[in-house]
């Protein structure tokens, strides 16, 4: 095991360094302009500004500045939020959360709203370091109990940085007692297809001394799926896959990160549904190695996480509207009504104006991405090797 002072450069800031972390912020011009943004009040900004300075350890932060931000933001933008599968789960248990991806803030700050709610411990939070564009942004992640995923770095650097990842993974769960949670792959997803990446799964292995069994066994592997009614950044994704067609070396750049955080945090997004699979098993674990190499297990793996999430992803009446429009079909006409449809459509047609509703594409790629969750439903197969 590698020493703890290795993980310095990724984990989240201990209680003793928040007070060194609420000056540095104090001093920060970037951070300055952020709340004035924020709250534009000048004696409601002294006022946080007071609260950071008494600001004393890492469960204070959270309780006074981001469940209240999280609050308002559940207020404004999203109808009804409801998390299930919780009876899987044991408060004294640590847990490796496996989740797909929808939006960059909201998938993991929501889990951690809720099951705070039902006595559990926050969970600890993986965030790629392309998204730490301004030390401010990364003193506040880690400060909120986020670990740093680092992102295009060199070939050599990024085998060594994944594995020290792999063994601050592993050593969070299994030893410190805490919880992660992890997207099932780089970047979330775009056209409504959750696939979990064996990168990933592959990382994750890394710091296994075990076989393949009780070393996966040991991480306690939860499969969680958030399902959001309005798609989080829906406009935002379609133009991004409309940039990638027409050019396959498009990169987004920071700032269109910056975007899509805040656009996500903003937009509504109407009923949004948590849903934790059971934790995979022994027996499942044993089932998936039975044949082939390495690279052989870690794909039945995440095919087997996949499933877990396709199985758990709240289906609401937008995507069966949308599966019946993309497929022109009427399948699933018995699941939504009239109204709903209507809505939809003018949703649809309100969010592509920011892109070019003109454009045919535009349309389809819209369609598929909400589509695409009931396409995975239908598709699951009916036997778990559990």
């Known amino acids: ?35 004035k943004n924020l709250f534009v009040e000048e004696s409601k900004i002294q006022e946080i500004r007071e609260a950071m300075i ?5 469960e204070s932060f959270q309780l006074r500045f981001m469940v209240p931000f999280l609050e308002n933001i559940i207020k404004l933008s999203i109808s009804e939020l ?15 959360f496996i989740s797909n991806h929808r ?3 909201l998938d993991s700050a ?24 301004y030390p401010w942004i990364e003193d506040v992640s880690r400060v909120n109990r986020s670990f740093i995923v680092k992102r295009n770095i060199p070939v050599r650097q990024m085998l060594k940085s994944s594995h020290v990842l792999s063994e601050y993974i592993r050593q969070t769960v ?22 979990t990446s064996p990168a990933l799964l592959k990382m994750l292995n890394m710091s296994n001394t075990k076989k393949f069994v009780r070393g996966f066994q040991a991480l306690t592997i939860v499969p969680m799926a958030i399902s959001y009614e309005i798609e989080p950044c829906g406009n935002e994704k379609v133009a991004e896959l409309l940039k990638r067609q027409a050019d396959p070396d498009f990169h987004k750049t920071e700032k269109d990160d910056l975007l899509s955080m805040v656009s996500g945090l903003k937009n509504q997004k109407g009923r949004v549904h948590i849903q934790f699979g059971s934790p995979i098993k022994k027996n499942a674990l044993k089932s998936l190695s039975k044949e082939g190499n ?3 297990r870690l794909k039945r793996l995440a095919d087997f996480i996949d499933l877990q999430i396709y199985k758990n992803y709240r289906l609401y009446p937008n995507n069966y509207i949308a599966y019946d429009l993309y497929y022109n079909c009427n399948t699933y006409m018995d699941q939504y009504t009239f109204e709903e449809q209507k809505s939809f459509i003018e949703l649809t047609h309100q969010r592509l104006r920011l892109v070019d ?23 699951c197969p009916n036997e778990n090797p559990e």
């Open 54 to 58: 008494s600001t004393q350890n890492v």
């Open 174 to 195: 299994t030893t410190n007692g805490n919880s992660i949670w992890i997207a099932q792959r780089e970047g979330r997803s775009k056209d409504g297809l959750d696939l």
């Open 82 to 96: 409801t998390v299930g599968g919780l009876e899987y789960l044991e408060k004294d248990k640590s847990y490796l």
């Open 294 to 296: 390495i690279n052989d």
């Open 1 to 35: 095991m590698l020493a703890s002072n290795v993980f310095d450069e990724i984990r989240p800031y201990r209680d003793e360094e928040v007070p060194e972390i609420m000056g540095r912020l104090l001093v920060d011009p970037v951070f300055a302009r952020v709340l």
């Open 103 to 105: 939006d960059i803030v």
């Open 110 to 133: 929501l889990l951690n709203v809720e099951i705070y709610k039902f006595g559990f411990k926050p969970t600890e939070i993986a965030i790629g370091s392309n998204l730490l564009i």
């Open 357 to 379: 509703e003109d454009r045919e594409e535009a349309m389809q790629l819209w369609l598929k991405m909400y589509s695409t969750p009931v396409f995975s439903f239908e598709n």
